[in-house]
Each structure stands twice: as C-alpha cells, then as structure tokens.
C-alpha cells in the first residue's frame, strides 16, 4: 500500500504531465469509460496510472556542434584514433582561437632557432677537446685487451658506422616509437587524445602543436614517416647541419600545425591530426629544391625513379588538391605548409635567419666569459 501511495502521488495527473488527447482531464476520461460504482481504490490506481503515462512525446536530438560537425568527421582516416566528437569545443569566434597558436608558434620558432645557434657555438668550442679525447680513447684501446662478441663494442661499431644525419635523427624516431606505445596503453587514452593530437578545437591549443608532431596511431604510419625521415637525413644534415636542422625541423613541426588549424577554421572541419608528415614534408622539399636534379625512387617499385624536383611538384599538386577537394585520408594542409616552409627556408630563409645568428651568440660568449668571473673569489 506504501508503494501504491506513491506511486500515486508521483505517477498521477499533475503539472508535469500533458493532458490527454481532446482537452479532458484525467478525471473526466475515467468518468466517461467507467461507471463510478464499479471503481475501487485498487482498479483506480491502474487508470490514474494508464493516465499518468500519457506523456507528451519528447524528441531527443543528437548533439551536434556549433558548426554543424558530425562524429564522423572525426573518424576519418585509419591514421588517427576513434575521437569522440564531445572531444572538442569549436569556438563561436573561430577566428580567436588563432591568436594564442599564432603567437606559439612564432615564439618557439625563435626560440628554436636560437637554441640551435648556441648549441653550435657550445659544439664548436668543445671539439678541440674532444679532438684530444678521441686521441688519447683510441692509444687507450690500442693497449686494452680486446674482448671478442662484446655486446657493447657491437653497438658501438654499429653507432659509429652511421653518418652525422642518422645519428641525428635516431633520437627522433626512438621518441616517436615511445609515443606509438604509450598509445596501446588503455589508461592513456584520454591524455593522448588531448595532448598528443592537434585541433583548433581542443582545449589545449599550443602544446599539441609540437607533441603531435611524434604522434603516431598507426603504425604504417609511423614506419612510412620514419622511413623517409632516415632516407634523407644524410642529405639535410649535410646541407644544414646538425643544429640548424634540429631547429628547422622542430618549427616545422609546429608551422605545419599552425597552417592546419588555418585550413581546419576556414572550412569548419574540425578532425584531429596528428604525425610527423609535416615536419618529414620540410626536409623533404628543402633537400628537392636544393638538388632538384637527383633521383628518386619509391620503395616498393625502385625500377622507376625521377627527379626531385619533379616529385616535390607532384606533392605539392597533389596536397594542394587534396585540401581544396577536402580529402580526409591526410591533413593536406599540414603537408602542404611544411613544403612551403621547407622551399621557402632553403631559399630565403637561410640566409635571412641562420646567418644573423651573431649578435645572440656574441650576447651568449660573454655571459660564458663574464659569468665565472663574477660568482668566483679573488685570487
């Protein structure tokens, strides 16, 4: 009887419910279908019930963003995890959500550049010593007895086989092959989605631009980007150097993002990227428009080759049309933005940028010089 109450009480005809069909109340329908006498307290429970369920339709709508999106937008490629559409938040100003990436990206981008310039300046002043070092390791190696299968000796005879290009990026790809496991981890998911991947419409706008650039879900993926990387890191490392494309290679990163998050607010596509293919796209072009006359060849079919030049202007077509068509396999726009900061630093940027490095490393010389001097004691 308890339960009977209430669910009188909170089942029955009230405020929240919409009245039947024609106007009439409750009461007035259970008069018209019964005789009063024939109602008791039992079988009148069951008719305020069947009148209580008569509520008014409600339409649920499926949640859409302020742009019209829907999930499958985010579900575009093979290459990018299962996002989820309640991922992101486009902003009603789109066009805002610009100011703090734009400004991210032209800080790192010096500050990139200006890391590099001291780093050289560090490496330069330390190879007279590491000259003598390597002198006095090898009359050391000569006298030390030999130990034969040593696992050690092998790496190391293995490292140093390699040019200064794949020693440099060895450390790339190991931090993509790390990113690509911490991927597999179910616990990381939602981390890995928020940090790792890059969209204007995510609420971390900066950090992603550079951490996705060692993002990796697929792992054809990454092996297909690592691949190239290895192929000519030879060539760019030769052509700039270690530092200069370390530099030039990070920024990259981060521009390619940038130009991404332009392309995705002018077309309202919100998806998330992520991959090294922007960054991989700059060292391509660079090395392309630096010797436009060398041969290339892919992979799986090494009977064709063509030029450089050549393939730089196919990808460019390509990737060009690809973000006019609004292709969905690859973010075109980020390919397409690396090229373009590949051709243009290999032209002009060089010499602009790398060449006037001298007053920051003038300004870096004599804080080293001054800096002892002041923190030691008097002699």
């Given at each position: 009887m308890?339960?009977?109450?209430?669910?009188?009480?909170?089942?029955g005809?009230?405020?929240?419910?919409a009245?039947?069909?024609?106007?009439?109340?409750?009461?007035e329908?259970?008069?018209?279908?019964?005789?009063?006498?024939?109602?008791?307290r039992?079988?009148?429970?069951f008719?305020?019930q069947?009148c209580?369920?008569?509520?008014?339709?409600?339409r649920?709508?499926?949640?859409?963003?302020d742009?019209?999106?829907s999930?499958e937008t985010y579900?575009?490629?093979?290459l990018?995890?299962?996002?989820?559409?309640?991922?992101?938040?486009?902003?009603?100003?789109?066009?805002?959500t610009?100011?703090k990436?734009?400004?991210?990206?032209?800080?790192?981008?010096?500050?990139?550049?200006?890391?590099a310039a001291?780093w050289?300046y560090?490496?330069?002043?330390?190879?007279?010593?590491s000259?003598f070092?390597g002198?006095?390791?090898?009359w050391?190696?000569s006298?030390?007895?030999?130990?034969e299968?040593?696992?050690?000796k092998?790496?190391?005879k293995?490292?140093?086989?390699?040019?200064d290009?794949q020693r440099?990026v060895?450390?790339?790809?190991a931090?993509?092959?790390?990113?690509?496991?911490?991927?597999?981890?179910?616990?990381l998911?939602?981390?890995m989605?928020?940090?790792?991947?890059?969209?204007?419409?995510s609420k971390?706008?900066c950090?992603?631009?550079?951490?996705s650039?060692?993002s990796?879900?697929?792992?054809?993926?990454?092996?297909?980007?690592?691949?190239?990387?290895?192929?000519?890191s030879?060539?760019?490392?030769?052509?700039?150097?270690?530092?200069?494309?370390m530099a030039?290679y990070?920024?990259?990163?981060v521009?390619?993002?940038?130009?991404?998050y332009?392309?995705?607010v002018?077309?309202?596509r919100y998806g998330p990227?992520?991959?090294?293919?922007?960054?991989?796209m700059t060292?391509?072009?660079?090395?392309?428009?630096?010797?436009?006359?060398?041969?290339?060849?892919?992979i799986?079919l090494?009977?064709?080759?063509?030029?450089?030049?050549n393939?730089?202007?196919?990808?460019?077509?390509?990737d060009?049309?690809?973000m006019?068509?609004?292709w969905k396999f690859?973010d075109?726009a980020?390919?397409?933005?690396?090229a373009?900061f590949?051709?243009?630093?290999?032209?002009?940027?060089?010499?602009?940028?790398w060449?006037?490095r001298?007053?920051?490393?003038?300004?870096?010389?004599?804080m080293r010089?001054?800096?002892?001097?002041k923190?030691?004691?008097s002699?």
């Open positions: 308890a339960w009977r109450g209430l669910a009188q009480r909170g089942w005809c009230g405020q929240a419910w009245p039947p069909a024609g106007g009439r109340s409750c009461e329908l259970t008069a018209a279908l019964v005789q009063p006498r024939l109602l008791g039992r079988f009148n429970f008719i305020q069947k209580g369920f008569r509520k008014a339709p409600r649920v709508e499926p949640r859409r963003s742009t019209g999106t999930s579900k575009r490629s093979a990018i995890p299962p996002v989820e559409e309640t991922a992101f938040y486009p902003s009603p100003y789109p066009i805002r610009l100011v990436p734009l400004f991210f990206t032209v800080g790192f981008t010096g500050c990139a550049f200006g890391s001291i050289q560090e490496s330069l002043k330390s190879r007279v010593q000259y070092d002198i006095k390791a090898d050391l190696d006298i030390r007895p030999q130990k299968g040593d696992f050690r092998e790496i190391n293995w490292w140093n086989n390699l040019s290009g440099t060895t450390g790339i790809i931090a993509n092959v790390f990113v690509f496991c911490l991927w597999r981890v179910p616990s998911q939602r981390t989605i928020r940090y790792f991947t890059s969209s204007p419409a971390v706008l950090s992603p631009m550079l951490l650039t060692f990796h879900f697929s792992l054809f993926h990454m092996a297909a980007n690592m691949y190239v990387l290895w192929s000519f030879s060539s760019i490392v030769n052509i700039l150097g270690q530092e200069q494309f030039v990070l920024s990259a990163g521009i390619s993002n940038f130009v991404s332009v392309c995705k002018a077309t309202g990227s992520l991959g090294a293919s922007g960054a991989i060292v391509l072009a660079a090395v392309c428009t630096k010797i436009p006359e060398g041969r290339l060849a892919i799986f090494p009977m064709f080759t063509f030029t450089a030049g393939a730089l202007k196919a990808i460019i077509a390509m060009t049309a690809g006019i068509l609004g690859f075109h980020a390919h397409l933005g690396g373009l590949g051709i243009w630093y290999i032209t002009y940027g060089h010499e602009l940028i060449k006037n001298e007053p920051l490393v003038k300004i870096w010389h004599e010089t001054n800096g002892p001097k923190g030691g004691g002699k």
